[in-house]
């Protein structure tokens, strides 16, 4: 949570030099606590984006003095390279800190804390088993289009690169994979219900007992009868 | 499934939690578009069955916490929060207008998820990488809605044809 604390900053109008500034320690964090892949990683999967920015931004932003000019119209203006450079320092820097986030936070860690500041149980208990089925679902998926290239020979619809054409020819492998999934919902109800979830009196698990001043009483009784029988062994010891 | 009081909670917690990693599932898959590698995904696909199917507020958590997820999962977990909301409030919208059943119920959902998803996605693209950034991505956005809406209403019919007892699976 408090290395997200550090995502306003770059929406604030400061100085573009300040904002570098901040970037690079933000780089510096990464590379101490994930190594260059850490920056190398974010990096590459936004370069496009940014070279978009890069190429779209400074044409609409006539302000400041001309940057470059061609056949004596200006292109691009000082103005128009200072937004680019903060929109490019900006999502990089917001890309570093949810990519540093999202590697060094123990998702079970970050569902329980979620929990402990007042997340509701049934969110944390959704997102918990929607974890736990990814990976099942993802198995299941290959499993399916396995199943299907055999039967239909391999790929050979999805030729081309017509987009509708390849979601029609994947609609077969994701009805027999939604069907798959959806049969599990029954029997994952039938578990928690099991398990005391959604009823109305609580499994005694998930009652919190109040102690009582008798609960303490029998601690202390049951401590004077051991020590009462320690004392014929303690006695024949000295 | 259904009781007196309507659908029991654990129904309500399991198709939830089933669907969220369906959506992350669907939101993996990518479909190429163009020789110059571009692809979207279907996230939209399994947003718009979720809503057609189960309702609006199963569609509302399975549709952006199942993008939020894959978001996370697939190493891009600068756009979870927003992906958690637009999707979200896509699903939302798609099944609160596309519940009571018919052609023009089911179009004016489909139109409103789209303007919801194009919307929601220009605003954080705004946000984050500027306004005119933000529109270059806007066709990507409509053709994977499009897509969206073909997959998803076409998946509703299979699988509610295939598997009736769906249809008691419904809030």
């Known amino acids: ?238 | 499934m259904k009781n007196e009081a309507g659908l029991s909670p654990t129904i309500k917690i399991a198709a939830v939690a089933i669907l969220t990693a369906v959506t992350a599932l669907f939101t993996f898959v990518r479909v190429p578009f163009a020789p110059t590698r571009g692809y979207f995904n279907l996230s939209d696909v399994a947003i718009f069955f979720s809503a057609l199917t189960i309702g609006p507020f199963t569609a509302l958590l399975a549709g952006g916490l199942g993008t939020a997820l894959a978001d996370i999962i697939s190493g891009y977990p600068q756009w979870a929060p927003i992906s958690f909301v637009v999707h979200g409030l896509q699903g939302l919208v798609i099944g609160l207008l596309a519940r009571r059943g018919g052609l023009l119920n089911l179009s004016m959902g489909a139109v409103a998820g789209t303007v919801t998803m194009c919307t929601g996605y220009l605003l954080g693209g705004w946000l984050m990488v500027g306004l005119v950034a933000a529109l270059a991505e806007v066709p990507i956005n409509l053709l994977q809605n499009l897509a969206g809406i073909i997959g998803g209403v076409s998946l509703h019919l299979a699988v509610k044809k295939a598997y009736p007892p769906i249809t008691g699976i419904s809030w």
């Open chain 1, 1 to 238: 949570m408090l290395l997200l604390a550090y995502l306003p900053v770059f929406f604030l109008p400061l100085p573009i030099l300040m904002v570098t500034g901040y970037l690079a320690a933000i780089v510096f964090i990464n590379l101490l606590c994930l190594g260059p892949r850490g920056v190398i990683r974010p990096f590459l999967s936004i370069l496009p984006i940014l070279l978009l920015v890069l190429i779209l931004t400074p044409p609409f932003q006539r302000e400041g003095e001309p940057f470059i000019v061609i056949g004596g119209r200006i292109l691009v203006t000082t103005g128009g390279m200072n937004e680019a450079l903060r929109l490019i320092i900006r999502f990089s820097g917001i890309t570093l800190v949810f990519y540093l986030f999202a590697n060094i936070t123990n998702a079970d860690l970050f569902i329980t804390s979620c929990y402990r500041m007042g997340m509701p149980f049934n969110v944390v208990l959704v997102v918990t088993i929607a974890m736990r089925y990814i990976p099942y679902l993802t198995t299941l998926y290959r499993e399916v289009t396995d199943a299907h290239s055999l039967r239909k020979g391999a790929d050979a619809a999805v030729r081309g690169f017509s987009p509708f054409r390849r979601v029609k020819a994947l609609l077969p492998v994701l009805t027999s994979v939604l069907i798959q999934a959806i049969r599990q919902i029954p029997v994952l109800s039938m578990a928690l219900e099991c398990r005391g979830v959604g009823r109305r009196v609580k499994r005694s698990t998930y009652l919190e007992l109040k102690s009582r001043a008798g609960v303490m009483a029998d601690i202390a009784f049951s401590l004077v009868i051991i020590l009462i029988l320690l004392v014929p062994i303690i006695r024949d010891m000295v």
